[in-house]
Nanobody, 125 residues
């Protein structure tokens, strides 16, 4: 299982970015896909996750109301649309896959078995 994240970059505060994470063909479409982030000197933080059937999703407090997670099952890709970005959103964003096929998405990093390399998001104030 390989996860390839992309879409990060430098953006001004108030701007938007759309992150993508393509899962390899061997990745089951039944995995929950999620996003986490980690800023320098801080712990990894849950951002958002979406179930395999797209019926369940959840967001971290910092993402609620500003970020939207979605997935394209046919492309085995998960997206994170980030709006109204703030300087505190600056971090490396990681996509991850949870193979439990739980109907309820899980928000702890330990629940995710597979991780991508991350994409860096820098928000300038």
């Amino acid at each position: 299982v390989q996860l390839q994240a992309s879409g990060g970059g430098l953006v001004q505060a108030g701007g938007s970015l759309r992150l993508s994470c393509a899962a390899s063909a061997r990745t089951s479409p039944f995995y929950t896909l999620g996003w986490f982030r980690q800023a320098p000197g801080k712990e990894r933080e849950f951002v958002a996750a979406i179930s395999w059937d797209r019926l369940s999703s959840d967001y971290g407090d910092s993402a609620k109301g500003r970020f939207t997670i979605s997935r394209d099952t046919a492309k085995n890709t998960v997206y994170l649309q980030m709006n109204s970005l703030k300087s505190e959103d600056t971090a490396r964003y990681y996509c991850a896959a949870d193979r439990s096929m739980s109907r309820t998405v899980r928000i702890t990093a330990g629940a995710y078995e597979y991780w991508g390399q991350g994409t860096l998001v820098t928000v300038s104030s």
